[in-house]
């Protein structure tokens, strides 16, 4: 599975920015198939984002971006997009894309498969 990101730049704060994310395949025939977006800024741990499971377009965030970002899926395209509003400077990391059989192990933070990252900077 080979997950290709794209969106990322410079943004000035309360700027908007989307991110997207495909992927040559999903990871298997699951129930609870997903994919979703970490991030890291410097000398920080990686840090969850958002996920999207396929079944029932499900979508979960943790509270540093929800009501902020918001994640969908195009099955048609078997991409992902994040897209970003209200961006706050403390938003400036690599954020990375998933995909998993389960997303249960997004939400552990952890995933199978890998995209290559995107830089986000929030900046005046």
């Known amino acids: 599975v080979q997950l290709v990101e794209s969106g990322g730049g410079l943004v000035q704060p309360g700027g908007s920015l989307r991110l997207s994310c495909s992927a040559s395949e999903l990871p298997v025939d699951s129930i609870d198939n997903a994919m979703g977006w970490f991030r890291q800024a410097p000398g920080k741990e990686r840090e969850f984002v958002a996920a999207?499971?396929?079944?029932?377009?499900?979508?979960y965030y943790p509270d540093s971006v929800k009501g902020r970002f918001t994640i969908s899926g195009d099955n048609a395209k078997n991409t992902v997009y994040l897209q970003m509003n209200n961006l706050k400077p403390e938003d400036t990391a690599v954020y990375y894309c998933?995909?998993?059989?389960?997303?249960?192990?997004?939400?552990?933070?952890?995933?199978?498969?890998w995209g290559q990252g995107t830089q986000v900077t929030v900046s005046s």
């Open positions: 998933a995909a998993d059989s389960a997303d249960s192990n997004l939400l552990m933070g952890t995933s199978t498969y």
């Open positions: 999207f499971r396929w079944t029932g377009s499900r979508t």
